[in-house]
C-alpha cells in the first residue's frame, strides 16, 4: 500500500512539475514599460538578425542587430507591429597599440569587446509616458545596458529618441531599406 500511494503522489508532482515547465511565458507586450525599463529579452540571440556588422566609423564600434519573429514578419512599407522588439550590440572596435582600428581584409572594423546592449521596443501606449513630448517615437521605447546585459546603462534615452525622430517615415527605424533590400535578396 505504501509503495501505491508512493507512486501517486510521484506521479502527481510530476505532473504538477511539467505543467509549470510548459506555462508560457507573459508576452513582453502585457506590461506597459516605459524608457528606460525595457528589459532584454533572454532569447534574442535567436532571432533573425536585422542587420549584421554595422560599421560606425565615426564613433569606432560595431554593431549586431537582431529582432523578435514579430517584427521580422513586417513587410516593406509597413510600420512595425506592436510586441516588435529589437536588440543591439554595441562593440568597440578592435585597436593597434598606436590606437588606430584594426580592419579585416574585407577592409571593416574587427569587432573587440561588447560595450552595451541597447533595446527597442513597440507596445500599445508605451510612448505616451515620454517627456519631453516632442521626442515621442510613437509607441517605442528605448533602453541601454552595460556588456553584463544586467546593469542599466547610464545614457540618456532622449538621446536614442532625438536621433530616430527624423525617421517617421520609416516607422522611427534606421537602416528600414537596407534591412528590407537584404531580406528581398
Same mark, same amino acid.
Given at each position: 500500500? *505504501?509503495?501505491? !500511494?508512493?507512486?501517486?503522489?510521484?506521479?502527481?508532482?510530476?505532473?504538477? @512539475?511539467?505543467?509549470?515547465?510548459?506555462?508560457?511565458?507573459?508576452?513582453?507586450?502585457?506590461? *506597459?514599460?516605459?524608457?528606460?525599463? @525595457?528589459?532584454?529579452?533572454?532569447?534574442? *540571440?535567436?532571432?533573425? *538578425?536585422?542587420?549584421?556588422?554595422?560599421?560606425?566609423?565615426?564613433? !569606432?564600434?560595431?554593431?549586431?542587430?537582431?529582432?523578435?519573429?514579430?517584427?521580422?514578419?513586417?513587410?516593406?512599407?509597413?510600420?512595425?507591429?506592436?510586441?516588435?522588439?529589437?536588440?543591439?550590440e554595441i562593440y568597440k572596435a578592435r585597436e593597434a597599440a598606436d590606437g588606430t582600428p584594426l580592419k579585416g581584409g574585407d577592409g571593416k572594423f574587427v569587432k573587440g569587446e561588447l560595450l552595451k546592449v541597447a533595446v527597442m521596443g513597440k507596445g500599445a501606449g508605451w510612448g505616451d509616458s515620454v517627456t519631453p513630448t516632442e521626442l515621442r517615437n510613437g509607441d517605442w521605447i528605448y533602453a541601454m545596458y552595460l556588456a553584463d546585459a544586467k546593469t542599466k546603462a547610464p545614457d540618456d534615452t532622449s538621446t536614442c529618441r532625438a536621433c530616430h525622430l527624423p525617421l517617421t517615415d520609416k516607422d522611427y527605424i534606421f537602416r528600414y531599406d537596407e534591412y528590407f533590400q537584404k531580406r528581398a535578396q
Open positions: 500500500m *505504501k509503495c501505491v !500511494k508512493w507512486m501517486v503522489t510521484a506521479m502527481v508532482l510530476t505532473t504538477v @512539475l511539467i505543467g509549470c515547465a510548459q506555462v508560457p511565458p507573459t508576452p513582453v507586450t502585457q506590461i *506597459k514599460y516605459s524608457d528606460g525599463e @525595457l528589459p532584454i529579452p533572454p532569447e534574442y *540571440k535567436s532571432w533573425p *538578425k536585422f542587420l549584421s556588422d554595422i560599421q560606425r566609423t565615426d564613433i !569606432k564600434q560595431v554593431r549586431e542587430i537582431y529582432i523578435n519573429p514579430i517584427g521580422h514578419s513586417t513587410k516593406m512599407g509597413e510600420t512595425f507591429p506592436n510586441e516588435t522588439i529589437s536588440v543591439m
